[in-house]
Structure formats: C-alpha cells, structure tokens
C-alpha cells in the first residue's frame, strides 16, 4: 500500500526542496510533462491518481486431504504446513529408514527416537548440534525438503500431483530414486540420494552454493556409530536389540520361562499404573509413569503395587523362622526378621551403604526392582498393556548388558529391641542372635542391667568402696580397682568396679542367671537361647 502523500506544506518549502531533492519515482504517482515546472503547492487540492495494485494468486493450491493418512491439514502456512505433514506421515511409515538407517531398530521401528545420536550432513550451511532420530528426519524433510524425494519414490494414485505443488520448479527425475549407503572408515553412514539442494535461512545463507544437475546423486553423511550386522539375533521377548557401541554384549541368559515375543515398546510413552490405575491420594504416583527417562521410578510402583497384591510371595522366601504355616511372611517391617540382599555384588553390598539390612517388604521391592523379579512376575499378569510395560523393562535390561539371575538362597537374621531399655540407643534395636552379633546382645544386656542395681548383691564392691547407702563411691576405678580371679579368664588388668560387674555378667555366665531370675516375660528365652549357642 503507497503511504499517503501530505500536501498541506507551504509552495515554498515544497520549491526548496523540489531543488534540492530528487525527483518522486513512486510508482503510484503519474507526473504529466506539462506540469512538471509548475509549483507543487498549487496541486494540493487536487487528487492524486493512484494505479491499481496487480495482485498474483498461485496457480495450484495443494490437496487439504493427506494422501497418506487421509487427514485433513492444517493449512495456515500454507504449503510449509503439508510439507511438514507428509513429513510426519512419512516418518510414522518408517520411509526414512532407508536414507538415514537408525541405531537401533527393532521389528521395523526406532526404539530411541530422542537420543542425541545424530547430526546434520550440511555441516557447512546448516547446524551442527546433535539431534534425536525423531527430530533429524523432520529436519532433513521440511529444511532440506527430503520430503520431496520421498515422494518421487511413492508410487500412490496422485502423489505426483502433489509433489508438483508442494516443489514447484524442483524437478525430480527416475521416479523411484536409488538410495546407496555404504560405511565409511570411522564409522559414518554415507547416503547418495536426489534430494535438491536447499540452503538455510540466515547468515549462513550468504554461502555461494553451486547447483547441481538433477541427475547428479548427492552424498549426506550421518554421524552414527558402525553397528556390526547379526544374522540370528535373539528374539528374546522384546529382544532383537542390538547393544550400544563400546559397551559389553549381554550376557546368554537362560529363559526362566518360555512366552511369545513381546511387542516393541514406545519409549516415549506416558501412561497411568495399569495394575492400580493411578487412582487416589494414595496411589498418585503410579500416574504419568514413563517408559524412557523414568524407568527407575516404574519399576518401583509396579513393585510396590505387585507387592500389595502378594505377587512376590512364592519368589521370595521369607525363611523358615519368619514363615507362618500357610508360607506368609509372619513380619514385614524388620522389627523381628531382617534381610541381606544375598546378591554380592549389589550395592546394598557395596560401598557406603554395604551391608545394611531390610525388613521383608523392603528386601521384596528390591528384588524386585534391582535383581529383575518383577519380570516374572509381569509375566504372569494377563491384564491388557503390560506386555508393552515389561517389554520396555527387559529392553533396558539387556541393553546395559546385565543377565537375569536366579534368586540365592535367603540371608535372614532374627533381630528384637533390648527389653530393658526399649531401644534408647542404634544398637538397641538391632539386636540379633545371629554369628558375632550375639555377642554384642550379651553385651548391651550385661550393661543395661547395671543401672538397675542387680549387680550390688551378685558382685558386692567392698567396704572400701561403699558409702553409707551401700552404693560404691568410686565405680570407674581411679581409687579403687578390682580383678578377675576366675582360672583361666584372659583379662588379666584391674579394673573399675562398673567394668568388672559388666565382665563378670558377660564373660562368665552371670547374665544367664539375672535373665532367669528377671520376672519379665522373654527374658528367660534370651537366656535359653543364649546357653544353646554357647
């Protein structure tokens, strides 16, 4: 649209400058030769003729129906919108799979679309960052307009036509375009293809490009690691994966049990628990569950949803003491029974939490989460989409090459809460009978039953160690000292009056006697017990 010319300035102004200016090229404004001297300022009340604006509409519109999935489009931008759209179609069809082959395809589909595995081949003219196998296709089909060669080599009813109004001018010649990929030394793709050249918008489109004939292939490489070919590959359930460069081959496992191969996985998917649905204040957090970036944290609700259920009870062995007659674990939270994940090399094992002990909820959800029960027990779950779920599970298995492992044999320690002082300290509270830890619960009750005064009448201090309450004066032995004259004791040094009560109680079977003497209920099975292993 012309911008509007003011007319309202003085004839003056208007000479001035018509002097020192240039003359008006608008192409809107017709000047007649005859009045080209006359004073500008005496035209303002005169309309200026204005040329009608020629206006050019395209001759061809492309088809708002998709001839691929038979959609409408969403045509606001026109044709960069179809052009996006078949893009997509296209790559949902696995068209892109000859021209730039992926890492890892199984049974004919991208099992990581998002990894940054991938780069562009214009590494000249076009970015350089790494992409996703998803996000690499579309961008070589809508930047570098491969969309249009895949359409030259679909052979549908009425593809030409769109390809003609979607590439105007572009012409691609021998219909069905021959893809050669061969591997180059360093492990690139090299792909020879008719896609015409397109340069990139911006700064880098100042970058002189010379053309190249129609018939003359052109070489994209994409920067992917060389994967080596097997001929058999293991079909194991979601199975034919091949594993990533540089890193060790799964382990040959046997089947724990024969099943049909599972479906190949969306890793990309997000979907609600489908054994508690996600329903509740109490189970929200089996909503949203992921199969790609949050596979610890599926793997966890599941376990603890199957656990619920009782899945883990004939996998599990809670031991023959924490077992009732039915085989149900008899306590579940480790206030009695306690659990070692019998796995060596597990990281309960290992490092700064080695050794810690489970209760038999806990040490079931480990196992499995972290040693791979819950496979099984998905194996056995016929409600609709866990297939799909336990698919993607042992996928990620394989792929960091670990081996599935039969269950050792349980690792099971009782353990009880002092009795005297309720567990007012750690050790308290994790007494046990089991190996050296008998040791230190003789020990704890030996020195526990100090306080109470029991040991005044059993060991007497002395009259020159008592006061006139009968309670010893100096009973951490910087006066008074005291030695054990039982034969063939080892503790040869004196002694403070507390840490001689305390020795003779633990050392020589008189905590046996104050046990069975106590009137408290389970105190004299302590002593029993302690007799028998002695």
């Given at each position: 649209m ?17 002097q020192?200016?240039r003359?008006?090229?608008?192409p ?11 004073d ?38 026109g ?16 068209a ?23 780069s562009c081949?214009?590494?000249e ?10 996000e ?11 969309v249009?060669t ?34 180059e ?30 018939s ?9 690691p ?23 081959p799964p ?12 479906p ?5 998917r ?72 019998p ?5 309960r ?17 480990h ?22 779920v336990?698919?993607a ?13 039969e ?5 099971v ?10 567990g007012e ?17 003789r ?30 004066r ?6 008074i ?16 009056y ?19 003497e106590?009137?408290r ?14």
């Amino acid at each position: 649209m012309p911008k509007s010319v003011n007319t309202s300035t003085s004839g003056r102004g208007l000479s001035q400058r018509g002097q020192r200016g240039r003359k008006s090229s608008h192409p809107y404004i017709s000047e007649d030769p005859s009045t080209a001297n006359v004073d500008r300022g005496h035209q303002s009340s005169q309309a200026l003729p204005l040329l009608p604006v020629k206006t050019e509409v395209p001759s061809s519109q492309p088809q708002s129906t998709c001839l691929l999935c038979h959609q409408e489009m969403k045509m606001a931008q026109g044709v960069n919108d179809a052009r996006h759209h078949y893009g997509l179609c296209f790559y949902n069809e696995g068209a892109f799979h000859k021209l730039y082959p992926p890492l890892d395809l199984v049974d004919g589909r991208v099992v990581d679309e998002v990894g940054k595995k991938y780069s562009c081949q214009h590494t000249e003219t076009c970015t350089k960052r790494k992409m996703g196998y998803r996000e690499l296709c579309m961008h070589m089909a809508t930047t570098h307009m491969v969309v249009g060669t895949l359409m030259a080599m679909d052979d549908r009813v009425g593809m030409d036509s769109v390809l003609a109004s979607l590439y105007p001018g572009v012409e691609y010649k021998g219909g069905k375009t021959e893809v050669r990929v061969k591997v180059e030394k360093g492990g690139n793709y090299k792909t020879a293809d008719s896609t015409p050249l397109r340069r990139k918008r911006g700064p880098a489109s100042r970058v002189k490009v010379e053309p190249r004939p129609a018939s003359s292939p052109r070489i994209y490489s994409v920067s992917v690691p060389v994967r080596s070919t097997r001929e058999d590959e293991d079909v194991d359930d979601p199975g034919a994966v091949s594993p990533p460069h540089n890193s060790k081959p799964p382990k040959v496992e046997p089947k724990a049990e024969d099943s049909p191969p599972l479906p190949t996985p969306r890793i990309d998917r997000v979907h609600n628990c489908l054994v508690c649905g996600g329903q509740g204040k109490a189970n929200k957090e089996g909503r949203n569950l992921n199969m790609g970036d949050g596979m610890q944290d599926l793997k966890y609700h599941y376990a603890v949803c199957y656990y619920n259920e009782g899945a883990f009870m004939d996998l599990v062995d809670p031991g023959e003491e924490n077992k009732t007659i039915g085989g149900e674990a008899l306590e579940l939270f480790g206030l009695r029974f306690k659990y070692k994940c019998p796995f060596v090399t597990c990281s309960r094992n290992t490092g700064r939490g080695a050794g810690k002990m489970m209760g038999y909820k806990e040490y079931s959800i480990h196992c499995g989460v972290a040693h791979h029960l819950l496979e099984k027990v998905m194996a056995r779950d016929k409600r609709e989409g866990l297939n799909e779920v336990r698919a993607a599970i042992i996928l990620e298995r394989k792929r960091e090459g670990i081996s599935w492992e039969e269950m050792p044999e349980v690792q099971v320690e009782e353990v009880q809460t002092c009795l005297l002082c309720n567990g007012e300290t750690k050790e308290a509270k994790n007494l046990s009978f089991a190996g050296e830890k008998r040791l230190q619960l003789r020990y704890h009750y030996a020195s526990c039953y100090y306080e109470s005064g029991v040991y005044l009448a059993k060991y007497p201090p002395g009259e020159q160690n008592m006061d006139q309450e009968g309670q010893p004066r100096d009973v951490l032995g910087r006066d008074i000292k005291y030695s054990c004259e039982v034969t063939g004791c080892t503790i040869k040094r004196k002694m403070g009056y507390k840490e001689f009560c305390i020795h003779m109680s633990n050392e020589h079977r008189g905590l046996l006697d104050i046990l069975r003497e106590d009137g408290r209920p389970g105190l004299s099975n302590i002593a029993d017990r302690l007799e028998e292993e002695d």
